[in-house]
């Protein structure tokens, strides 16, 4: 039989070696938000076949409207998206026009412009949403979960698979972003939220199982319980994911070009959801059990003011199995405020 | 038993009612649903309804030009909503969408509309009120006339008089709003503007007949009285955006700037409260400012609805193949029930309606993939009570009744999102993310329908048959 359990410090690895270069990424470069979350516009113009139109022309003629940090990309067709500050109707309507009388006919495929008030609002109000759905899922799991002892467990692990995914997910926008200007906009906001929904879906799905053999099994060790869980639903859970990679990789081939970054960004998040509820979310419980400290100290590191909390409190009101762990837990604190400390001043030498 | 068998038939004709209703509702050239009972009417027509995305048109954002501090009166944004909605519906969009959002935000979605700019200036604009002097020109309500717009005049001053509406002003005067001709002729002196007038209402002057009172600033009481005392006896008429509403006959000069509009006999309520309203909102009652606005061309449009269909078309055929070969048997039910599952899903976007954007017809394929989970976790179920020496009958109900709990709170958790998501979507009228959030939700709740009861079903009337005795038809 196979032994998830047993080798989860493999499986944690795994996830570190997927996790870390995107947490650093997003610490050095952060994210590209697009003109939803900044304000801005974006205007899609394609030119006749036979019109010679260089991007720098375009930019140029931005230029000369006052729009001097335009960014114009060309693509196939002879189809141009120019992203500048917020153009009103009239701006525009001159540009074109001026754009007609230079490089021939054009026709408007697409125009988009944000206010810069409704852009950081947008921004704001992203933060709380996806807050606000871990939250009321964190609130979920514990009521599905009350007949169990330690029901926020369940809870808190699958929030810690979820925080894995979204890791993933917004490292991975961050790394794309470096390397070929993806940007960050409602539909990433619409996956991302997505496969936090289906990340804890599928948690549920193996917690409940062991839910239910915890009960019937009473009296075996965590780790044989949790494991049995974890075979018992493997089935399931690599079926279903093959059956959602196979309706997005449809949509990803086929679907056109709008949604293709975010059919990307769903597919790689539903990946990494199946991963962290078999490999994390149910291994963590076992941990939990067994080695609450390392929990402890990851979160010390990585949160560097919660540990030095639960390191004082260890200090001085610890039991005598937890009160050792506190040296430990201030020293992780200590490496998590060098490391990100290092990385942020790092990003202050990076020139923007 | 033999009531529970009565009970799985009589489910099955209520399960192939309803995919032959749905079918029929799918299929286009349906008649729509036209029912005229009594009180009762309904006029729908079924058909998928495009949003902006997949066949281009307009979404913008207004926003109240205010002070961010000031707060925003919410009937003069209710007013600002139905003037909007007024003008807007003067261009012809079929299906505009025209909403509050917050207390001082407007969206409109103007799907095909092909003059973006023109459409914007049309409900942008802040209506132009103007009083303007027609000598003794009687003008038609509705008429187009050529003003100066700029306010200036000096004429003697008279003392007090009173303003009676001329006796042609009455319902009988044929109302031709359909006046598209070009202004030309005589230019006329605008005496005073909207931004001169403090208030507007319908009273009832003293034989208790209908008449309409305003009252303007200083600077527009000025104007007036200098106004009235010199052209006692002649015309003077409201203009809203170069259109005639109403006219009247100067009878006295009025200082003060209290205005009293009469007529012989009083207005008719409605006219008059036509009067106050565009005297009172001809300008917008607030001031409104683009925010957001994005447009789509429609080949743009097109070009994505075709490849997204072909993508669900191949997304879908794939699971149903791989249910078949995975799980056989019960793979083939599933097969069955997912087709049923897109055939309801499709009818319930055309009668709720639910407005397809790009977003949507994936929150859809994916929700495909969704509604096989719950086969899938049920006949995972049934495979281990076979294997554990479990009768057929009996491993497939326990394969329902274990497998539902985990469907419960693995949709419910979906459902939760997809909620945030809609309310997150519909606050900044960012249709597509709303229709994602909509199409998978619904998704989520038809699936637990189809992959359960439909599914349960077809297999109990099987297995009550008799036909299906091997495991291996189950893929154990």
């Known amino acids: 039989m196979l032994d998830i359990v047993g080798k989860r410090y493999w499986y944690y690895l795994i996830s570190a070696i997927v996790v870390v270069p995107g947490l650093i990424s997003l610490i050095l470069f952060g994210l590209n938000f697009s003109i939803d979350f900044t304000g801005g516009s974006m205007l899609e113009v394609q030119f006749g076949e036979s019109a010679a139109v260089h991007p720098a022309q375009v930019k140029e003629l931005f230029g000369e409207y006052g729009f001097g940090d335009t960014v114009v990309q060309s693509s196939q067709g002879n189809v141009f998206l120019i992203r500048s500050k917020t153009l009103d109707s009239e701006t525009k309507m001159a540009i074109e026009d001026e754009m007609e009388k230079r490089f021939g006919t054009l026709t408007e495929l697409r125009f988009e412009s944000v206010g810069p008030s409704v852009g950081g609002e947008v921004q704001r109000r992203a933060y709380m949403v996806v807050a606000l759905a871990a939250g009321a899922i964190l609130i979920y799991i514990s009521f599905a979960f009350r007949h169990v002892s330690n029901p926020v467990r369940y809870g808190a692990c699958a929030i810690i698979a979820m925080v894995h995914d979204i890791l993933v997910v917004v490292g991975l926008a961050s790394i794309l972003g470096v390397l070929h200007g993806w940007e960050v906009d409602s539909l990433f906001l619409t996956a991302l939220l997505t496969v936090i929904g289906f990340s804890v879906h599928d948690s549920i799905v193996v917690f409940d199982r062991i839910r239910e053999n915890s009960k019937r099994y009473a009296g075996s060790p965590i780790e044989d319980v949790v494991n049995h869980s974890v075979i018992q639903t493997l089935d399931r859970s690599i079926n279903t994911q093959l059956t959602v990679v196979f309706t997005l990789s449809a949509l990803l081939l086929y679907g056109g070009v709008t949604i293709r970054n975010f059919v990307l960004t769903l597919l790689i998040g539903i990946i990494s959801g199946t991963y962290s509820s078999i490999f994390n979310a149910s291994p963590l419980l076992v941990e939990w059990e067994r080695r609450p400290e390392l929990l402890i100290y990851v979160l010390s590191f990585l949160v560097p003011p919660v540990g030095l909390v639960v390191g004082i409190y260890l200090l001085l009101k610890g039991s005598g199995r937890s009160r050792p762990w506190a040296k430990v837990c201030l020293l992780c604190a200590l490496g998590g405020v060098v490391a990100i400390g290092g990385l942020l001043l790092l990003r202050g030498l990076i020139p923007s | ?476």
């Open chain 2, 1 to 476: 038993m033999f009531t529970d068998r009565h009970r799985t038939v009589a489910l099955l004709g209520c399960i192939i009612v309803l995919a032959l209703g749905a079918a029929w509702v799918d299929l286009p050239g349906n008649p729509g649903i036209h029912i005229h009972l009594g009180p009762i009417n309904v006029d729908r027509d079924l058909e998928l309804r495009r949003g902006l995305d997949l066949q281009g048109g307009l979404e913008v954002l207004l926003e109240a030009d205010l002070p961010a501090e000031e707060t925003v009166d919410a009937a003069a944004m209710q007013a600002t909503r139905a003037i909007i909605e007024q003008r807007v519906n003067g261009l012809g969009v079929s299906e505009p969408l025209i909403q509050l959002s917050g207390s001082r935000r407007i969206i409109v979605e103007l799907p095909g509309i092909e003059d973006p700019e023109r459409a914007i200036e049309t409900f942008g604009e802040t209506g132009l009120l103007e009083f303007i002097h027609a000598g003794y020109d009687y003008l038609i309500p509705g008429a187009v006339v050529t003003t100066t717009e700029e306010v200036s005049l000096a004429t003697p001053v008279t003392p007090t008089v009173m303003i009676t509406a001329t006796p042609e002003l009455t319902p009988t005067v044929p109302l031709t709003p359909s006046v598209s001709v070009e202004p030309e002729g005589p230019v006329y002196q605008t005496i005073l503007t909207g931004r001169h007038l403090t208030g507007a209402a319908m009273d009832f002057g003293e034989l208790g007949l209908i008449e309409i009172h305003f009252q303007l600033n200083d600077e527009g009481a000025a104007l007036f009285a200098a106004y009235t005392a010199g052209n006692v006896g002649q015309l003077m008429c409201i203009v809203l955006d170069k259109e005639v509403v109403s006219c009247a006959t100067i009878n006295q000069a009025i200082p003060d700037g209290k205005v009293r509009i009469t007529r012989e006999g009083g207005f008719p309520p409605e006219e008059a409260e036509d009067i106050v309203i565009r005297l009172r909102y001809g300008a917008l009652p607030i001031p409104l400012r683009v925010e957001t606005s994005r447009t789509v061309g429609p080949t743009l449009g097109e070009d994505s609805l075709q490849k997204s269909l072909l993508a669900g078309l191949i997304g879908l055929t794939t699971v149903i193949v791989f249910m078949l070969l995975y799980y056989r048997f019960p793979g083939l039910l599933a097969d069955v029930a997912l087709v049923i599952y897109a055939v309801v899903v499709v009818a319930l976007y055309e009668f709720i309606p639910v407005v397809l954007t790009l977003p949507g017809i994936a929150g859809f394929i994916l929700s495909v993939g969704m509604a096989v989970d719950a086969n899938i976790l049920i006949f995972e179920r049934m495979k281990e009570e076979l294997r554990a020496g479990k009768g057929l009958r009996l491993a497939v109900e326990q394969g329902f009744s274990r497998a539902w709990p985990s469907i419960r709170d693995s949709n419910f958790s979906t459902l939760i999102t997809c909620a945030i998501l809609f309310w997150f979507g519909s606050y900044f009228g960012a249709s597509v993310v709303k229709g994602f959030a909509l199409t998978l939700g619904l998704g989520v709740v038809v699936s637990m329908f189809t992959a359960i009861i439909v599914t349960r079903t077809f297999l109990r009337l099987i297995i009550d048959l008799d036909v299906v005795k091997h495991h291996r038809w189950f893929g154990v």
